[in-house]
């Protein structure tokens, strides 16, 4: 059997569009934070202004802050987390866009001790100037991945 160089191109054509869609698949738990509970925004909360403690399900709180206000873009600031009540094997802060993706912005933040994990973040300028930032920190328990939300403005 023979194939003609249209039916050929057509063919590669499926498998490449195959291809993407197993590795967009495959990276999607890596690019959209996957929790087993999520908390809902509180809206009092804004790191802008001061630290945020949050209460968690079951038991336990967090108080997230930055070491910068207001916060800074294209320049490096510290973003620090308290753990109360809580037993936690590691912690990730995603940071996006609101309104706009602002490409993967998710460091893992380093633990030092007594409930307490930092980790020196960047946020990249938004073309607009006043951006919306969702802050989602990711809390690996005993209990299952939380995922608990936290929102700031940017700029002028």
């Known amino acids: 059997m023979t194939l003609n160089k249209k039916t050929l191109i057509d ?8 291809l993407v869609v197993v590795v967009g698949y495959k990276l999607s738990p890596m690019l959209l934070p996957h929790t087993d509970l999520s908390v ?12 945020c403690r949050v209460a968690l399900p079951g038991g336990g709180a967090i108080v997230a802050d930055v070491s910068s206000r207001p916060i800074p873009l294209v320049h490096p600031f510290s973003f620090e987390l308290q753990v109360e ?7 990730e802060v995603d940071f996006s866009g609101m309104d706009m993706s602002m490409g993967f912005n998710r460091p893992l933040l ?20 006043r951006m919306l930032w969702q802050a989602t920190v990711l809390l690996d328990t005993a209990r299952g991945r939380m995922g608990v939300p936290l929102r700031f403005t940017t700029g002028a």
């Open 40 to 51: 809902a925004p509180d809206a009092a909360c804004d790191l802008q202004q001061a630290p």
């Open 85 to 91: 009540g809580l037993a936690v094997d590691a912690v």
């Open 110 to 129: 380093k633990a030092l001790g007594n409930g307490r994990f930092s980790a020196d973040v960047t946020l990249p300028v938004c073309v607009t100037g």
């Open 11 to 18: 063919l590669i054509g499926l498998l490449l569009i195959a």
